[in-house]
């Protein structure tokens, strides 16, 4: 089954940076849509970042040009490197995959998901 395991949170400055993993198992077609979404306390989760099989990426407004997200394909393992970091970066990020079809938005397109990682700026 898909499996998807999220670590690298933590608390940094405002200006400092942090290295977000999603270790993903549980399928072996490198044709997948993998997205990074955050939750701030009391509100809904918004996509961050997201990467599409072929290779193409899209950001959110909010941390264009300071989010980048990657991939391993050897460490079956989804990064998102986030600098410039601001206190309203704050939330619990969450990494999400979609098999075979399509790189959507909504959370709701997407079937699996990780736990989840805090991240807090301040």
């Known amino acids: 089954h898909v499996q998807l395991v999220e670590s690298g949170g933590g608390s940094v400055q405002p200006g400092g940076s942090l290295r977000l993993s999603c270790a993903h198992s549980?399928?072996?077609?490198?044709?997948?849509?993998m997205a990074w979404f955050r939750q701030q306390p009391g509100k809904g989760r918004e996509g961050a970042a997201a990467?599409?099989?072929?290779?193409?990426?899209s950001y959110a407004d909010s941390v264009k040009g300071r989010f980048t997200i990657s991939k391993d394909n050897v460490k079956n393992t989804v990064y998102l490197q986030m600098n410039s970091l601001k206190p309203e970066d704050t939330a619990k990020y969450y990494c999400?995959?979609?098999?075979?079809?399509?790189?959507?938005?909504?959370?709701?397109?997407?079937?699996?998901w990780g736990q989840g990682t805090q991240v807090t700026v301040s």
């Open positions: 549980g399928f072996t077609d490198n044709h997948y849509c």
């Open positions: 999400a995959v979609r098999l075979n079809t399509g790189c959507p938005t909504r959370p709701a397109d997407f079937p699996y």
């Open positions: 990467l599409d099989a072929d290779g193409s990426t």
